[in-house]
T-cell receptor, first 111, second 114 residues
Framework: KNEVEQSPQNLTAQEGEFITINCSYSVGISALHWLQQHPGGGIVSLFMLSSGKKKHGRLIATINIQEKHSSLHITASHPRDSAVYICAVRIRGGGADGLTFGKGTHLIIQP | DVKVTQSSRYLVKRTGEKVFLECVQD?????MFWYRQDPGLGLRLIYFSYDVKMKEKGDIPEGYSVSREKKERFSLILESASTNQTSMYLCASSSGGHSNQPQHFGDGTRLSIL
């Protein structure tokens, strides 16, 4: 079962480019998370969304509940943005805070 | 800042051994989670706990058990380690209730079963 699909799986871009990573899901959700994982393993929570749009620095996350779709944008990308970006959803009615994850998008920003 | 600490970054064990992975959080979070992460499969939930001595199976609990004797500590146990349990294991915690709260992750334990 692939309840959360991310695209692209891999993305290589030049420094300064505008980056978009997409996430589609097939179930009703109560929240969607965007996570960042750097080489070495540690995961950082970037955003949690249930509607609309959020912005933090050069990162913007949007969600369209009706279309079951979210995007993560990076403006003025930098090599330090190179990481795996993971979309995760909390399924509506799911117990506690259990999340269902996409497989991640591996982003490389070249100088 | 929330701190989720996993006891080991790298661990090598032998088939058949009983393996303990420890996770401690310092933010008095009610919810704690154990995930494994494998190439091409992403993160998958093994077990979670929403209170001391409480545990719930996730998507892939087979071959694992957990223990939550204290609020800050959540242990993952491989009863008899097998090679297919070689993976990256990640612990996370979040504050309680059914409200949407972000999960805070540890740095992961890369476990190899030989």
């Amino acid at each position: 079962k692939n309840e959360v699909e991310q695209s692209p799986q891999n993305l290589t871009a030049q420094e300064g480019e505008f980056i978009t990573i997409n996430c589609s899901y097939s179930v009703g959700i109560s929240a969607l998370h965007w996570l960042q994982q750097h080489p070495g393993g540690g995961i950082v929570s970037l955003f949690m969304l249930s509607s609309g749009k959020k912005k933090h620095g050069r990162l913007i996350a949007t969600i369209n509940i009706q279309e079951k779709h979210s995007s993560l944008h990076i403006t003025a990308s930098h090599p330090r943005d190179s990481a795996v970006y993971i979309c995760a959803v909390r399924i509506r009615g799911g117990g506690a805070d259990g999340l269902t994850f996409g497989k991640g998008t591996h982003l490389i920003i070249q100088p | 800042d929330v701190k989720v600490t996993q006891s080991s970054r790298y661990l090598v064990k032998r088939t058949g051994e009983k393996v303990f992975l420890e996770c401690v959080q310092d933010m008095d979070h009610e919810n704690m989670f154990w995930y494994r992460q494998d190439p091409g499969l992403g993160l998958r939930l093994i077990y979670f706990s929403y209170d001391v001595k409480m545990k719930e199976k996730g998507d892939i609990p087979e071959g694992y058990s957990v223990s939550r004797e204290k609020k800050e500590r959540f242990s993952l146990i491989l009863e008899s380690a097998s090679t297919n349990q070689t993976s990256m294991y990640l612990c996370a915690s979040s504050s309680g209730g059914h409200s949407n709260q972000p999960q805070h992750f540890g740095d992961g334990t890369r476990l190899s079963i030989l």
